[in-house]
Nanobody, 124 residues
Framework: QLQLVESGGGSVQPGGPLTLSCEAS????????VGWFRQAPGKEREGVGCITNDGNSNIYVDSVKGRFTISRDDAKNTAYLRMNVLNPEDTAAYFC?????????????????WGPGTQVTASS
């Protein structure tokens, strides 16, 4: 079965860190670009960032630049979203997705596989 599964979500104090993992099964993630998206209640889904299949290029939405980092470990078939400083406005369900074209895009329709999502809450 081809699937992505996110893990690592939870609740943290504002300013705290959290790292999400995105593990692929049934296919080799190294051939895919991996994007991270989020959706807060009542809001549209938003692209957070992406890493290319070769790991040499990342893009981030302006609101997370300098705070979030995307990386990958293809030996573990896993990608990561490191969130160093979480603010209350980052609270959302976070999803990872894989794009077989290998390049990054904020266009969610280009992604072939999606995880079920994991909740991240930054609140005091």
């Amino acid at each position: 079965q081809l699937q992505l599964v996110e893990s690592g979500g939870g609740s943290v104090q504002p300013g705290g860190p959290l790292t999400l993992s995105c593990e692929a099964s049934g296919f080799f993630l190294r051939f895919y670009a991996v994007g991270w998206f989020r959706q807060a209640p009542g809001k549209e889904r938003e692209g957070v960032g992406c890493i290319t299949n070769d790991g040499n290029s990342n893009i981030y939405v302006d609101s997370v630049k300098g705070r979030f980092t995307i990386s990958r470990d293809d030996a573990k078939n896993t990608a990561y979203l490191r969130m160093n400083v979480l603010n209350p406005e980052d609270t959302a369900a976070y999803f990872c997705a894989a794009n077989e074209r290998g390049y990054c895009s904020s266009d969610a329709s280009l992604y072939n596989f999606w995880g079920p999502g994991t909740q991240v809450t930054a609140s005091s």
